[in-house]
């Protein structure tokens, strides 16, 4: 059972098990947070875990402050201004993710954009304190409702993480809001904590209302799709192809493979989670035309690196997303 700790003497005992890779539950104003150590793939991974997501959506990347988001993402003046006005928040931005930012890419699903948000309270003492970003999508089993009270972060996921930080309830009660900044372009990916109308405000222009498809998590348009193709439950490698290879059985022909990356030796799924989205990327670079890749066991974190896979694998011109 997860150890209860009131938010005014948790912070040491939170950030020590957060540095150990271990999620921790966390006030913030909106909601109360599922935390992880943004850099550390494991930990990332074990969010996934912990939530039963049966796939990689791509999280929220929390910081301390706007120079520590400026060193992950880049700012225009106008997602700036919008960071300024309203951080600490319930506003999230999703901004052009910076390659030397050092956060995981299982939090980014491979994108190259990146959500980031500067909460209020405890969440953003813990990274201060820490110095890195945390990972932390809404405290709840996946479909579930979300958490706005330790009791009810307790009730659905206490048996699963080893602390929950008690801020009593949120005082939003409601997720942050999301907004996609492309230059002077800003377009609503999910309404939340912030009005709309507040940040058009600030901003002087209008907030774009995205495509239907694109505001509820798991509706993204813009997922991680390799250039080659994705050949899934392969029992052979065909010459020129590259392998993502799992556990500690090779496919035959593997040693005629372009390039041979094991998402886990030791068939660890959780570490196979963390490799995911970096070991596509580097075999797609290889340039190899088509990606073999081993069958993943369906159960535990094996279910959403086999949605991603078969996500990559599916025909491109059908670029059409699922509810
Ligand atoms: O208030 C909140 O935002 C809470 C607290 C804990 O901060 N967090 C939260 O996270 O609601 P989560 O993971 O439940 O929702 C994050 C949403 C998902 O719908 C995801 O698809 C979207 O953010 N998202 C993350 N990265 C994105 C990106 N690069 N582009 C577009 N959407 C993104
Ligand atoms: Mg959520």
Known sequence: MAEILAQEEALETACRLLAAGEPVAIPTETVYGLAADATNGEAVARIFEVKGRPRFNPLIAHV???????RIAEFSPLASCLARAFWPGPLTLVLPHRESSGVHPLVTAGLDTIALRCPQGFGREAIARLGRPLAAPSANISGRVTGTTAQAVNAALGERIRLIVDGGPTKVGLE???????????T???????AVEEIERVAGVPVKRGAKGVQAPGMLASHYAPHARIRLNAAEVLPGEALLAFGPDRARGAQVARKVLNLSPSGDLREAAANLFSHLSALDAAGAGTIAVEPVP?????????????RA?????NDRQEA
Do not use: F, Q, W
């Open 176 to 186: 942050s809001t999301i907004v996609k900044v492309e230059d002077h372009a800003l």
């Open 64 to 70: 301390a402050d706007l120079e520590m988001a400026e």
């Open 313 to 317: 694998a599916a025909p491109r011109d």
């Open 188 to 194: 609503l990916l999910r309404p939340g904590g912030l």
């Open 298 to 310: 369906a159960h535990g974190l094996g279910e959403a690196i086999n949605d991603r896979l078969a």
